[in-house]
């Protein structure tokens, strides 16, 4: 069992920047891949990026530029730094762990509860 807590997430104004964290109980090299997706009233969970435990990282066009994902292996932690926000950024943001199959399938195995991001415009 891996267990995920996000942090960070709050009412930022469009162009601002947020930092979201995500504790692991276990390192990602237990798991191999890590993620954050993202889920917006009225639409379907996506992917935002996601992190190998060799480095290789990959985002959504959307996001790509602005925002960048990250591990602290010493922490067990994860982080999304996000730039220049926008309004449509708005969303419920999760953290997911998984193994190398979840890196190529983007179907991860283990959640964290969520932490809302608001951009005001």
């Known amino acids: 069992q891996v267990l995920l807590v996000e942090s960070g997430g709050g009412l930022v104004q469009a162009g601002g920047s947020l930092i979201l964290s995500c504790a692991a109980s276990?390192?990602?090299?237990?798991?191999?891949?890590m993620g954050w997706y993202r889920q917006a009233p009225g639409k379907e969970r996506e992917l935002v990026s996601g992190i190998t435990s060799s480095g290789s990282t990959k985002y959504a066009d959307s996001v790509k530029g602005r925002f960048t994902i990250s591990t602290d292996n010493a922490k067990n932690t994860m982080y999304l730094q996000m730039n220049s926000l926008k309004p449509e950024d708005t969303a419920v943001y999760y953290c997911?762990?998984?193994?190398?199959?979840?890196?190529?399938?983007?179907?991860?195995?283990?959640w964290g509860q969520g932490t809302q991001v608001t951009v005001s415009s």
């Open positions: 276990v390192t990602i090299f237990r798991v191999n891949a």
């Open positions: 997911a762990a998984g193994n190398w199959g979840s890196w190529y399938s983007d179907e991860y195995d283990y």
